[in-house]
């Protein structure tokens, strides 16, 4: 055999071990981080008042989305959006669930990143706030068991009786009873506990972390609030909530950085919806609950060093419908057969690959009490309408309306350039009337194949 061949024959050999070891490797770890009710410009890597140190060291070390948007525009449809990759409306969930008076809540049959990831060899545990329905003593509602979670510590909407020392949690099924601290760092406290209990060690594991701060009622500690103003100040505590959640954030990584290297795992940092408070959506229009920007739009932060780039702002428009067919490109999981995913992965602009980008949807919201009703994203426009039809007067949900809500129509249709107006200001729709048509029939394609999906609770 001639050197030359021999040479070959090392190369080829060497190079299919190397394939063989990546292989082998594990596949990474993926902890997912959700605010409540916090809005585009509160924390500081986006220009907020807030110190964010850990937050802001996420974005550094990864990728920033300049705009990043909810899943709606309040808490449990959009996080049915976030966890399955579908609009919140197909999954079951209209708008913010109350166990005791409604049937609502996100269906059984829908498959989740949690069932996703399982079916892969991942441990899965959510902590935090859940708010997508539980059971109750007169109501037989699925858990995060039966959503794929191997381990859950919940409460069903918010920490009361504020963030301090809260009352409501459950774990597994059964009430905790009051606990002692601030809400965010008991959260942290429950994951870390878990990581720490975790019998498979060489198992990659799915961290769920619904944080409830900055949503109300609001508490944080008078140290850390003192540094935002005096100690009354619902701004302040505001404020004060954030950053007590940084620093939980901050122990959670050092636990993730103690258990293995950080490229080893996947982070994301998101909200569930706009702030309720006009001075932290950056000068948006709306707040939440509303479907102007200023409703929708959130943080959005990615990071995976050695596969993500660091130190990237992405102006390209995305949002919480996009993380399940993100992270199952990014982990190599299966997405589910069959199934219509209303998001886009956004694996390639995360990898540097800009180019390889086609959303195949324009994003689209809806929530009945909004005005306007609907809103949808498609390139730099922004497209909004009125419905057609009254609802009573009633701030909660209520089943009733559903068969309003799936027939009902749009009118007062306003379109808007958001490169050129992002605070959206002027309403362009008599400019540009093919435009204005072409966007329509989009929203109502849209629409009519979201509403089909629709859960007819008001029929049981």
């Not at 597994?172 to 406290?189: F, H, I, M, R, T």
């Not at 362009?428 to 966007?439: F, V």
Request: hydrophobic share 35%; proline share 6%.
């Amino acid at each position: 055999m001639s050197i030359l061949v021999r040479i070959t024959v090392l190369l080829l050999l060497f190079s299919v071990s190397i394939q063989s070891t990546q292989g082998d490797q594990s596949p990474p770890n993926v902890v997912i981080l959700l605010a409540d009710d916090l809005g585009y410009q509160d924390i500081g890597c986006y220009g907020g008042p807030v110190k964010t140190p850990a937050i802001d060291s996420l974005a550094a070390g990864g990728t920033r989305f300049q705009q990043f948007y909810s899943g709606c525009a309040v808490c449990s449809p959009s996080r049915a959006t976030l966890i399955t990759g579908r609009h919140h409306i197909r999954t079951g969930v209209y708008s913010w669930i109350s166990d005791k008076v409604q049937k609502s809540h996100l269906l059984e049959r829908e498959v989740t990143l949690a069932e996703i990831l399982k079916k892969a060899g991942y441990a899965t545990a959510h902590v935090g706030k859940w708010h997508l329905g539980l059971p109750t003593d007169t109501r037989d509602k699925p858990t995060p068991k039966d959503h794929g979670f191997d381990h859950w510590f919940a409460t069903w909407n918010n920490a009361e009786p504020s963030h301090r020392n809260p009352e409501t949690f459950i774990r597994n099924g059964e009430p905790v009873g009051k606990l002692e601290g601030y809400s965010c760092q008991l959260v942290v406290d429950e994951a870390i506990q878990w990581l720490d209990a975790r019998t498979d060690t060489e198992a990659p594991f799915f961290l769920n972390v619904w944080f409830h701060e900055p949503h109300a009622p609001i508490a944080a500690p008078d140290e850390i609030v003192d540094d935002y103003g005096k100690l009354k100040d619902k701004g302040a505590i505001y404020s004060g909530t954030i950053d007590n959640t940084d620093q939980a954030i901050k122990r959670l990584l050092a636990k993730l950085k103690e258990l293995g290297a950080p490229e080893d795992t996947i982070i994301v940092y998101a909200s569930d919806n706009g702030s309720y408070r006009d001075d932290r959506t950056g000068g948006l229009r709306g707040r939440k609950g509303m479907n102007w920007d200023g409703g929708i739009r959130v943080p959005g932060i990615f990071n995976w060093p050695g596969k993500i780039n660091p130190d990237v702002i992405l102006q390209e428009p995305a949002g919480l419908v996009d993380m399940l067919p993100t992270i199952c490109e990014l982990v190599g999981a299966e997405r589910p057969d069959g199934i219509h995913l209303d998001g886009t992965s956004l694996a390639s602009l995360l990898l540097g690959d800009g180019d390889g980008f086609d959303r195949k949807q324009p994003l689209f919201w809806h929530l009945q009490k909004s005005r306007p009703v609907v809103a949808m994203r498609s390139g730099k426009y922004s497209l909004v309408a009125d419905p057609d039809y009254e609802l009573s007067t009633s701030n909660m949900f209520e089943e009733a309306w559903i068969p309003a809500i799936k027939n009902g129509r749009y009118t007062n249709y306003q379109l808007f350039d958001l490169e050129a107006d992002p605070n959206q200001t002027t309403n362009i729709a008599g400019d540009h009337p093919e435009l204005l048509g072409k966007l329509k029939d989009q929203l109502l394609e849209i629409n009519d194949s979201i509403m089909m999906d629709g859960k007819d609770w008001h029929k049981e």
